[in-house]
Structure formats: C-alpha cells, structure tokens
C-alpha cells in the first residue's frame, strides 16, 4: 500500500468522489471484506459488493486474499494507498495554467502554480512506480508570524534574492547528463485550526 496515490484518470477521480465509496477507502486502509465493511458503512453486503467492484476497476483497491465460507468465497479488498490526490490532468480541459498570467502576488496564481506542482509529481510518481524506482525530490514545510505587513513585503524580497542567488550558483545550462529540477517556493497566510470541542465534566 502507498502513503499517497496520484488519480489522475477522470473516471477514476468520479468514483473515487462517490461520499459511500470514500468512506470505504477509508475503511479500507485495513483488509476486510464486503461483509465486514457492511456492518460499518450500514449497508447491505450487496450494495457494499457493487461499490467495491467499482472501485477495483479502477485500481483504487485490491484483492488481498479469499476466503471460503460454506458455500460463498468471500473477498478481503484492501486499499491501494492511505490517502489519494486527485491531479488536475484529470480536468485537463480546464486545468489551471501558470504561464496564462503569472503574477507573484496573485493567490490565483499560486493556486495554479500548486496544481501543476500535484500534476508533475503526480506523473513523476506514476513513472517512478511502474519502473521500480525511487523518485528524488525535497520540500520545506514551515511557519513565520510576521509583526506587519511591511515585514512580510520585506521577507518576500530577501527570499527571493537568495533563491535567485542559489539558482544562479547551481545552475549549470550546459551539463550534459544534467537533469532540470523545478523549483517553487510559496508563502501565504496559515489557516487556524479550531480547537476540538471541550468535553463538558459532570459531576
């Protein structure tokens, strides 16, 4: 099973967005079969049978093993990956393009950039995995509280002089067997995540 799984097929992205058959991949991150996952999701093993088989043609589970029980073989389903990300190749006709209108203050703009970011690791990904092969990359996660928007313009502009100066140290236009890497750096207001609810004391 991966981590992370690219869908980048439309008609596997429309299954995958089916509210029943998200909760069964969910489910599915631990093997088990239509019958159990009936007495979870509070359907019949049947309607549960129709959403795997859906599911596995197109190769968002898979068969784990078979097990016979009387008369009946039931099958242990399993999902390919613990979570999944839809790439924007699957809406290629309207996928967001950063060379339309590139604009560095433009959250649009970012957005575009980040969606093509899931599109080229997403096929990167794919390519990797059907060559056995591991996939080099890095990314930077961080936070930073700017004390006024001045300082922010500020950072902006000191990072991106370095960058530029790295860029400039290490690219090499002429290296033969070389490899261009893309390089995106991103900074944007963080979204606050509220905290769970208090559980309330009886006494």
Request: no cysteine; charged share 25%; aromatic share 4%.
């Amino acid at each position: 099973m991966f981590d992370v799984a690219v869908i980048e097929d439309p008609a596997a992205a429309e299954v995958s967005l089916d509210p029943m058959r998200t909760r069964l991949l969910a489910e599915l991150v631990e093997p088990a079969s239509a019958t159990m996952l009936a007495a979870k999701v509070g359907l019949p093993r049947q309607k549960v049978n129709y959403h795997l088989k859906a599911l596995e043609r197109h190769g968002l589970v898979e068969l784990v093993e078979e097990r016979r029980k009387g008369n009946v073989t039931e099958r242990v389903m399993r999902a390919t990956a613990s979570s999944y990300v839809i790439s924007p190749i699957a809406l290629a006709a309207v996928q967001p393009d950063p060379a339309r209108s590139p604009d560095q203050l433009s959250s649009r703009w970012l957005l575009a950039v980040a969606a093509r970011l899931v599109r080229e690791v997403g096929e990167l990904i794919t390519g990797a995995s059907r060559a056995r092969r591991k996939l080099a990359t890095f990314a930077m996660d961080g936070e930073v509280r700017f004390a006024s928007a001045a300082d922010r313009a500020a950072f902006a502009e000191e990072l991106a002089g370095a960058v530029a100066a790295l860029v400039a140290k290490y690219h090499d236009e002429g290296a033969e067997g070389g490899r261009d890497h893309r390089v995106i750096v991103a900074v944007h207001p963080g979204v606050s995540t509220p905290p769970p609810p208090a559980e309330s004391s009886r006494g």
